[in-house]
């Protein structure tokens, strides 16, 4: 099983802050690697796949990067509505799918 | 629109079993694979299950393998998750979730929570 590793567990920043988010895999995936934000209350949202793709919809300020096994989530400028649990997840070689543990993005 | 709606939650004594339904709209149903993903309480998410367009793939985890069936109705629009030997470490949010790629979730739906409790 593949072993997705999240740091830093929770980012405290400010509204127009950058945010960078790391996800390392436990083996090589490729680029086969998700991110996706988690608000209270409401369904999760996928924001990156293929480790670099912008989902439909999500707005320019997130980008990913990465391949092997150190990927990239980043925020160019955060918004309020971005404050958020972010995960990623994997779809190499599964089952099963797992997903990292988590970062909170939180408002400083 | 792109539409999930999960059912079927509830509080249940561990041992017992629960049906939880997944309604979809707004797509071409029988075209996409269906996963479900869960998350306990102050955990995190972990997925569950998928079962393919026609119904002849499915996988699920370790956590759940022999204790959960996953199915779906293609005429109705619906997938189905058979929760058997529910255990108290089966308390979590249930989400569905369409497949994008055989293995990415786009879109989910909003949760059915299920309480497994004595």
């Known amino acids: 099983e593949i072993v997705l590793t999240q740091s830093p567990a929770t980012l405290s920043l400010s509204p127009g802050e950058r945010a960078t988010l790391s996800c390392r895999a436990s083996?090589?995936?490729?680029?086969?690697l998700a991110w996706y934000q988690h608000r209270p209350g409401q369904a999760p949202r996928l924001l990156i796949y293929?480790?670099?793709n912008r989902a439909t919809a999500i707005p320019a300020r997130f980008s990913g990067s990465g391949s092997g096994t150190d990927f990239t989530l980043t925020i160019s400028s955060l918004e309020p509505e971005d404050f958020a649990v972010y995960y990623c997840?994997?779809?190499?070689?599964?089952?099963?799918?797992?997903f990292g543990g988590g970062t909170k993005v939180e408002i400083k | 629109q792109m539409h999930l709606v999960e059912s079927g939650g509830g509080v249940v004594q561990p041992g017992r079993s629960l049906r939880l339904s997944c309604a979809a709209s707004?797509?071409?149903?029988?075209?996409?694979?269906i996963h479900w993903v869960r998350q306990a309480p102050g955990k995190g998410l972990e997925w569950v299950a998928v079962?393919?367009?026609?119904?002849?793939?499915?996988h699920y985890a370790d956590s759940v393998r022999g204790r959960f069936t996953i199915s779906r109705d293609n005429s109705h629009n619906m997938v189905y998750l058979q929760m058997n030997s529910l255990r108290t470490d089966d308390t979590a949010l249930y989400y569905c979730?369409?497949?994008?790629?055989?293995?990415?979730?786009?879109?989910w739906g909003q949760g059915t929570l299920v309480t497994v409790s004595s």
């Open positions: 293929d480790a670099s």
């Open positions: 979730a369409r497949d994008k790629a055989w293995g990415w979730f786009d879109p």
């Open positions: 707004g797509f071409a149903f029988s075209t996409y694979a």
């Open positions: 083996q090589s995936i490729s680029n086969y």
């Open positions: 079962i393919s367009t026609d119904g002849s793939i499915k």
């Open positions: 997840q994997h779809r190499s070689n599964w089952p099963p799918l797992t």
